[in-house]
């Protein structure tokens, strides 16, 4: 369901570059670990995240960290351990089949 809503959601979040939204959702849809910059932001490590951003994405630092809030999974992000965490469950479902 969540990543259903993340591709719904694209249009309204203009300002946010394409690529980081592909990111984003490769991410919440199969585990596909992002960037350092967007890996920065899931695991709330702003300080990190700005030294990480390029021009566009730090211009659109504001609306990126909204997105998150309001359209990634919870479990997907937070701090390090559940970045780590949720990129491990694809790893355990591609184990599994």
């Not at 990543?3 to 585990?31: F, M």
Request: charged residues 20%; proline residues 6%; hydrophobic residues 40%.
């Amino acid at each position: 369901m969540g990543a259903i809503l993340l591709k719904l959601k694209h249009k309204e979040h203009n300002v946010i570059p394409q690529y980081t939204l592909d990111s984003l959702t490769r991410y919440v849809e199969h585990g596909i670990p992002p960037g350092s910059f967007l890996c920065a932001v899931l695991e709330n490590n702003l300080f990190s995240a700005v030294g990480r951003a390029d021009k566009a994405n730090l211009a659109a630092l504001p609306e990126i960290v909204k997105y998150v809030y309001n359209e990634v999974p919870s479990p997907a992000w937070g701090n390090s351990k559940a970045v780590s965490d949720y990129i491990e469950s694809f790893r355990k479902k591609e184990c599994s089949l």
